[in-house]
């Protein structure tokens, strides 16, 4: 097997990098403030495309681990572990910028409400997941544990999704995944859909760049324990 | 009279937010290209040096 192969970050995140530039400038520059909550409102367009990137990288995890169950296709296996690790960043931003928009609005950096608390459960169960791959050697062992774990997961995102309509919290209801019409005026609502494209963009060219790494890193490993043994 | 209402002053934490946004990806981005390049550099060695065994001396 050769490693001169394409590039780790190829053309996608080229585009994704100058799409999340300009949706960058679109909201410093051209998104009017809100009234109410003056400039911190502006968060919202990172944070909540953070949250659908990373439900998305989560949704590949459990998709992919379905398949890894079904056909025990290591391609499978090592897309999970990729967008396992891509929605982990994306959790991360989600967990940081919401305290940074809360500090202002609610008077608090963090609540125990429902949609915070399940958040960061995700969170550690994601980590659980890298760290559980990190610490078992057996290859189709790792790769059938965490593929249940990864589903187990993934389940959460419904709850997460509905926790503000299921618990009393303090957490906003959601302005645009919701039946009736997206309560935003259409300048903000540009602004978010282009954040939105450019983290989605983002999310699939790193979790496309993640598994060429793990193509690399496995060969290399099958040709360490070819020459080991 | 009335009353003209001007928005709160939250535009430092706006900042922060968006810096780090661009810190966070820009972190992981880096980290992961580190490692890629490493593991590459790796597998071009063991590459060359398991063609040389096939070929014998």
């Known amino acids: 097997m050769s490693s001169d192969k394409r590039p780790v970050f190829d053309w996608l995140f080229v585009v994704a990098v100058l799409s999340l530039i300009a949706a960058y400038v679109r909201a410093v520059y051209f998104t009017p403030i809100e009234a109410l909550q003056g400039a911190a409102q502006k968060i919202y367009y990172v944070h909540v495309s953070a949250a659908i990137s990373a439900y998305l990288a989560l949704g590949v995890v459990a998709l992919m681990s379905i398949v890894y169950l079904w056909l025990h296709e290591e391609r499978a296996d090592r897309l999970a572990e990729s967008a396992g690790e891509v929605a982990l960043v994306f959790l991360t931003v989600v967990l940081t910028t919401g305290p940074l928009w809360a500090k202002p609005i609610w008077g608090t950096w963090w609540t125990w409400d429902a949609r915070l608390t399940l958040t960061l459960f995700l969170w550690f169960l994601t980590a659980g997941y890298l760290v559980m791959r990190g610490a078992v050697d057996d290859v189709a062992m790792r790769a059938r544990y965490s593929a249940v774990l990864g589903i187990l997961a993934a389940l959460l995102i419904p709850f997460i999704h509905l926790s503000v309509y299921l618990f009393n919290t303090l957490h906003p209801k959601p302005i645009l995944l919701k039946p009736d019409k997206p309560s935003m005026p259409s300048e903000m609502l540009i602004t978010f859909f282009a954040m939105w494209g450019a983290s989605t963009l983002l999310c699939i060219a790193l979790i496309g760049a993640r598994y060429r790494y793990g193509v690399d890193r496995d060969a290399l490993r099958a040709l360490q324990s070819d020459g080991g043994a | ?57």
């Open chain 2, 1 to 57: 009279m009335m009353l003209q209402s001007r928005p709160p002053d939250t535009a430092a934490y706006y900042r922060i937010a968006y810096t780090w946004v661009v810190v966070a990806y820009g972190a992981y981005t880096v980290a992961l290209w580190w490692r890629a390049k490493r593991v590459r550099a790796q597998l071009r060695v063991a590459e060359n040096g398991e063609a040389r065994a096939t070929r014998g001396p």
